[in-house]
């Protein structure tokens, strides 16, 4: 059984930072890529911030140069730090990862729970 558990959301004025982290737990066998994407009230689902499989980072072009995705590949954690947040960044931020589970036959991907980010104006 893999899991992936999002922590750090909250509410946060407008300016300020918050620090979002996601740790994959389970049998894996390897992690192809790992990011975050985000969801807004009565929008899609898009990406924000990832790790490809080559080992480079895409980031959505609103948040370059805010956001700052980081990684720990010994616990099997992405980061996600956000500064000079902004009220349009306000959605439920998922982290996502296409990985091989012990056992599996093929890459799948996994989502978090979902943690909340409201910037305040």
């Known amino acids: 059984q893999v899991q992936l558990v999002e922590s750090g959301g909250g509410l946060v004025q407008a300016g300020g930072s918050l620090r979002l982290s996601c740790a994959a737990s389970g049998s894996i066998i390897r992690i192809n890529s790992m990011g975050w994407y985000r969801q807004a009230p009565g929008k899609g689902r898009e990406l924000v911030a990832a790790?490809?499989?080559?080992?480079?980072?895409n980031y959505a072009d609103s948040v370059k140069g805010r956001f700052t995705i980081s990684r720990d590949n010994a616990k099997n954690t992405v980061y996600l730090q956000m500064n000079s947040l902004k009220p349009e960044d306000t959605a439920v931020y998922y982290c996502n990862a296409n990985l091989l589970r012990a056992g599996g036959l093929f890459n799948q991907n996994y989502w978090g729970q979902g943690t909340q980010v409201t910037v305040s104006s």
């Open positions: 790790f490809t499989s080559g080992g480079a980072t």
